[in-house]
């Protein structure tokens, strides 16, 4: 069963135009995506900063409204559901965010940062059943009872997304959007926090989108991996077939720009930029999003966009030239 459906969706947000007295323009962000996730299921997002992988994340939870296509929750278009009915599925998806620390309100303590979902979606609950909801996130993300009466300058990094995790599971939802989790923290506590996400799924049976540009902590978390340029897909694949051999180029790309493995270095970031100039979003080209980066760009990968291609093994690539 498909929990979540995204059928060509995009997501732009309003900008100024160029001119004094222009009118706002919508700057596309996420361009034309299609997606499917079910029950259990991590799909992993990766491309460089600014490729549209976070803005995708929040279109999904229409936290941003879609500017174009469909998003659909157990087969039902989000767009066309009642306010009430939006707003009880809301709390069927939910979101941790990259900075653990920045995303919780100083001035509350945790019982009550991670109590407050329930206060939206299950305000009916006494305060005895809310402190036992409490209790058992905080058993859940691996703190004890007594963080519920602390405060969140007395967590490190790594602890404060374990509270993150905590209030996004207190509600009991279906999928999480894992917004980069782990890239604002040390690299020995992110497999932590990985692996704490993990025994979740396990236990909860929860479906992932795991948004990163970390592509070891992807590959170790995914089942499937979705690569972005420039707000578009340029490949999808199973997760063993992608890490075996990458088919697009700009995949190819990302790989190596990956730093070798260094104790000093965060082991499996995408480290260098990419050559070549990377478009503006609002001047795309008009051909192939990577064309003006790629080593093996024709004359025909600037005029036509390659569309995503079946290829045996589940794979799917927008490339006019690979091959399988
Ligand atoms: S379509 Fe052309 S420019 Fe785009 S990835 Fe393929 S070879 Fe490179």
Redesign the pocket.
């Known amino acids: 069963m498909t929990l979540l459906e995204a059928k060509h969706l995009e997501v732009g947000y309003p900008v100024a135009g160029a001119g004094v007295f222009s009118r706002s323009v919508t700057l596309p962000i996420v361009r034309d995506v299609s997606l499917a996730l079910e029950p259990g299921r991590t799909l992993g997002v990766v491309g460089e900063s600014g490729c549209g992988k976070s803005t995708l994340g929040r279109g999904l939870l229409r936290l941003i409204a879609p500017t174009g296509g469909q998003v659909l929750w157990q087969g039902q278009d989000m767009a066309a559901m009642a306010p009430e009915v939006l707003r009880q599925r809301r709390a069927e998806m939910q979101i941790i965010f990259q900075d653990p620390v920045a995303a919780l309100d100083p001035r509350l303590t945790l019982g009550r940062i991670i109590s407050r979902p329930l206060a939206t979606f299950e305000p009916g609950l006494s305060t005895s059943d809310v402190r036992a909801r409490v209790m058992e996130a905080l058993q859940r993300v691996g703190l004890s009872e007594d963080y519920a009466s602390r405060y969140p300058h007395e967590l490190s990094g790594g602890q404060a997304q374990r509270v993150g995790i905590a209030r996004a599971i207190i509600g009991r939802p279906k999928m999480i959007v894992c917004d980069e989790p782990v890239s604002a923290l040390d690299v020995s506590i992110q497999a932590q926090v990985v692996n704490l996400l993990m025994d979740l799924q396990d236990q909860l049976g929860l479906a992932l989108v795991f948004i990163s540009h970390n592509l070891a902590v992807v590959r170790h978390i995914s089942h499937q991996v979705m690569v972005m340029c420039l707000g578009r897909v340029?490949e999808t694949a199973p997760r063993d077939a992608f890490y075996a051999r990458p088919l697009?180029?700009?995949s190819r790309a990302l790989m190596d720009a990956v730093p070798e493995p260094d104790p000093r270095r965060e082991k499996g970031r995408i480290g260098t930029a990419l050559p070549g100039e990377l478009p503006s979003a609002l001047n795309p080209p008009k051909?192939?999003?990577?064309?003006t980066r790629?080593p093996?760009?024709?004359e025909?990968?600037r005029t036509e966009r390659?569309e995503l291609r079946d290829f045996p093994g589940g794979r799917h690539a927008?490339?006019?030239?690979?091959e399988a």
Request: hydrophobic share 40%.
């Open positions: 340029v697009h180029p700009y051909g192939c999003v990577f064309a790629c093996l760009v024709q025909r990968c390659p927008a490339c006019h030239y690979v």
